[in-house]
């Protein structure tokens, strides 16, 4: 018969009574404290657009964004809306590791032989190159603890799978990374980044919809 501890659920509930007795006061248990992840029982429902600042909608200008992987990509698509431009030119652009990352599966999944593959690795490569370090924030150990919480409540209540619960995560590094420093995170994401923001109203969220031409 397979024991309870050969899976990770069945390990945490075997060593529960010996966790219980540990002091509350540690990061982590600040962590799930300030996270209230007991609350989240059900599954969470998108709110309405209007309910959300939209670039064109939104009044609120945020000193500093830091950037999703979706505006990197609409920008070398010719699709990033216009009347952003604006809201570039007033704010701090800041940049994440996590997004660096998902370029650069992007690069690794083009495949080798299609005639554009060369030019589209350039053309990431050179933004990738143009991000000044100065201005990327790697994720500390706090936000990671924040962002596995954050991604396995989602987890639990929307019933991701395994791919979707590795995409949330990152988002979920992308959202806490400007929570802890200041920053709006500027995305397309509407479904992902609504029920982070959700989960953890203090994080800020400057959505935007792609120009159809």
Not at 115 to 139: G, K
Not at 160 to 167: N, S, T, V
Not at 190 to 211: E, K, M, R, T
Request: proline share 5%; with cysteine.
């Amino acid at each position: 018969m397979r024991s309870r501890t050969t899976t990770l659920i069945g390990f945490f509930h075997a060593v529960a009574p010996l966790t219980a007795r540990l002091s509350l006061s540690s990061n982590f248990q600040a962590t799930l404290r300030r996270l209230k992840r007991e609350k989240h029982r059900v599954q969470l429902k998108p709110r309405a657009e209007s309910a959300l600042e939209f670039i064109g909608t939104t009044t609120r200008r945020p000193a500093k964004l830091l950037y999703d992987t979706t505006v990197y990509i609409d920008i070398l698509q010719g699709r990033f809306p216009q009347q952003g431009e604006a809201m570039f030119r007033a704010t701090e652009a800041w940049h994440s590791p996590v997004t660096e990352g998902e370029l650069a599966a992007t690069c690794g999944l083009l495949d080798p032989a299609h005639a554009r593959t060369r030019e589209i690795v350039e053309q990431v490569a050179a933004v990738i190159d143009r991000r000044p370090s100065y201005r990327t924030i790697t994720p500390d150990a706090e936000i990671w603890r924040e962002a596995g919480v954050l991604s396995g409540v989602l987890a639990r209540t929307q019933g991701y799978g395994k791919e979707q619960r590795r995409r949330v995560l990152n988002d979920a590094l992308l959202f806490e990374t400007a929570r802890k420093h200041g920053c709006a995170v500027l995305t397309r994401n509407v479904v992902d980044f609504d029920l982070l923001q959700q989960l953890d109203p203090l994080g800020q969220v400057i959505f935007y919809a792609i120009s159809v031409p």
